[in-house]
Nanobody, 121 residues
């Protein structure tokens, strides 16, 4: 089994910063793309930022220039540095990892439990 554990959420004022971290543990062959998603009540989960195993990043337009995703392949962690936070960034943020548990099986998506980020105006 693969577990993703997030940390770093909380309450911050508009314009402030937070850093989210996610650590993957368990038995697996390789972690492919890692990502952060977010979800607000009544809405679908949306992609915020992704990073491939090679370090290629992609950001949603609404966070470009404010958020930075990074990963440590040796530690199997992914982080999201969030700067210039806005009230509309308030959401539950989820870590995602596309994991190949064994070399001859297809990869599977795993999710963290979510961490609340609240930005006050």
């Amino acid at each position: 089994q693969v577990q993703l554990v997030e940390s770093g959420g909380g309450l911050v004022q508009a314009g402030g910063s937070l850093r989210l971290s996610c650590a993957a543990s368990g038995s697996f062959f390789r972690i492919n793309t890692m990502a952060w998603y977010r979800q607000t009540p009544g809405n679908e989960r949306e992609s915020v930022a992704t990073i491939t195993s090679g370090g290629i990043t992609n950001y949603a337009d609404f966070v470009k220039g404010r958020f930075i995703i990074s990963r440590d392949g040796a530690k199997n962690t992914v982080s999201l540095q969030m700067n210039g936070l806005k009230p509309e960034d308030t959401a539950v943020y989820y870590c995602n990892a596309n994991v190949k548990r064994v070399s001859y099986f297809p990869a599977t998506d795993y999710w963290g439990q979510g961490t609340q980020v609240t930005v006050s105006s």
